[in-house]
């Protein structure tokens, strides 16, 4: 059996059933995956929308944004993209930035238009120690994560099991100190610390930009966050179409500020999307015919979506608890 499913089948087979994070790794990332083989076109949307796919408005805000940090931190220009997708972000950045180095960080392919334009790396262990901005947007949400429930007290993890040769979710005991509320959901991601660890050996000196969709622990715990989309639409069969379905799940900031602040860098802004882009001028860069992506970027995905802007501060050793 080709692609993803043959791999989980085999896991199952060989273990009694398989965890959703590992679940997910295989849908998402492994050949035939959803970002390794569906979501490859070089076209707007395909599914879903990021921020600098329906607007270079966004492009624009954040590259005044960083000008104001290189002024106010005395920073050379070079960026660091984890996670650049299509390129978009990118084309944006070098566009009204015109940095002195521009990596890109990105397991799939380099993107056509990029070529000769930035250096595509497809590992952090490949970034040379820099000053300078690293940008994330929408990479925490696409890490692996556990499902965890908490029922009668009780806190279990969704596994992935077979029956009949059909694909079911099952729960199984959790031991954790990572606890969602009573009837709620809660995705506990795997690999953030050790990314955030990496960028932070990497960075000599510098800022980390991170945008993603969530909220606080108690407003991502509270409810069911994992969501399955197909073709432009929330799905319920993500069993039935491995690797021709995105599976995510809200960003729990509270986690990544304290995972961040852990290693050693020092939260320097957290706030609504839509509160960055105004503060930030985006009517100042926006025309009229621009209207309805401003409205989309301020009122949809600016209150769904967060901005962690991160500093690390020259010749600061990580913390011990990293």
Same mark, same amino acid.
């Given at each position: 059996?080709?692609?993803?499913?043959?791999?989980?089948?085999? *896991?199952?087979?060989?273990?009694?059933?398989?965890?959703?994070?590992? +679940?997910?790794?295989?849908?998402?990332?492994? /050949?035939?995956?959803?970002?390794? /083989?569906?979501?490859?076109?070089?076209?707007?949307?395909?599914?879903?929308?990021?921020?600098?796919?329906?607007?270079?408005?966004?492009?624009?805000?954040?590259?005044?944004?960083?000008?104001?940090?290189?002024?106010? =931190?005395?920073?050379?220009?070079?960026?660091?993209?984890?996670?650049?997708? @299509?390129?978009?972000?990118?084309?944006?950045?070098? &566009?009204?930035?015109?940095? &002195?180095?521009?990596?890109?960080?990105?397991?799939?392919?380099?993107?056509?238009?990029? #070529?000769?334009?930035? &250096?595509?790396?497809? /590992? $952090?262990?490949?970034?040379?120690? $820099?000053?300078?901005?690293?940008?994330?947007?929408?990479? +925490?949400?696409?890490?692996? +994560?556990?499902?965890?429930?908490?029922?009668?007290? @009780?806190?279990? *993890? %969704?596994?992935?099991?077979?029956?009949?040769?059909?694909?079911? *979710?099952?729960?199984?005991?959790?031991?954790?100190?990572?606890?969602?509320?009573?009837?709620? *959901?809660?995705?506990?991601?795997?690999?953030? @610390?050790?990314?955030?660890?990496?960028?932070?050996?990497?960075?000599?000196?510098?800022? =980390?930009?991170? +945008?993603?969709?969530?909220?606080?622990?108690?407003? %991502?715990?509270?409810?069911?966050?994992?969501?399955?989309?197909?073709?432009?639409?929330?799905?319920?069969?993500?069993?039935?179409?491995?690797?021709?379905?995105?599976?995510?799940?809200?960003?729990?900031?509270?986690?990544?500020?304290?995972?961040?602040?852990?290693?050693?860098?020092? %939260?320097?802004?957290?706030?609504?999307?839509?509160?960055?882009?105004?503060?930030?001028?985006?009517?100042?860069?926006?025309?009229?015919?621009?209207?309805?992506?401003?409205?989309?970027?301020? %009122?949809?995905?600016?209150?769904?979506? #967060?901005?962690?802007?991160?500093?690390?501060?020259?010749?600061?050793?990580?913390?011990?608890?990293?």
């Amino acid at each position: 059996m080709d692609g993803p499913l043959g791999k989980i089948l085999s *896991e199952i087979r060989e273990k009694g059933f398989i965890t959703f994070d590992r +679940f997910v790794e295989l849908s998402l990332y492994d /050949s035939g995956g959803y970002y390794t /083989s569906k979501r490859l076109s070089l076209k707007p949307g395909e599914d879903f929308f990021t921020a600098p796919e329906l607007s270079p408005l966004f492009g624009k805000v954040l590259s005044s944004y960083i000008e104001k940090l290189k002024e106010s =931190f005395k920073l050379p220009l070079n960026l660091v993209e984890i996670g650049a997708g @299509k390129g978009f972000l990118a084309k944006d950045l070098l &566009k009204f930035l015109k940095p &002195k180095a521009y990596f890109v960080v990105e397991k799939r392919g380099e993107v056509p238009f990029l #070529k000769g334009k930035v &250096k595509w790396l497809n /590992s $952090l262990k490949e970034l040379p120690n $820099l000053r300078g901005f690293v940008v994330a947007n929408e990479l +925490f949400d696409a890490f692996p +994560f556990k499902r965890l429930v908490k029922e009668k007290g @009780k806190l279990f *993890e %969704v596994v992935v099991a077979e029956e009949e040769g059909e694909l079911k *979710e099952e729960l199984r005991p959790f031991q954790g100190s990572i606890e969602p509320l009573e009837g709620g *959901e809660y995705p506990l991601f795997v690999g953030w @610390k050790e990314l955030l660890r990496e960028v932070y050996l990497k960075l000599e000196e510098g800022v =980390f930009v991170v +945008f993603d969709y969530g909220g606080s622990f108690g407003e %991502v715990a509270s409810k069911r966050s994992f969501r399955a989309f197909r073709n432009g639409k929330i799905v319920n069969d993500y069993l039935k179409e491995v690797g021709k379905t995105d599976l995510t799940a809200c960003v729990d900031f509270d986690r990544l500020k304290r995972l961040s602040e852990e290693i050693g860098f020092k %939260v320097l802004e957290f706030k609504p999307l839509s509160a960055f882009l105004l503060e930030n001028g985006i009517e100042k860069f926006a025309s009229f015919k621009e209207l309805p992506a401003v409205l989309t970027l301020l %009122v949809d995905m600016g209150r769904k979506f #967060k901005v962690l802007v991160l500093l690390k501060e020259r010749g600061q050793a990580p913390s011990g608890k990293a």
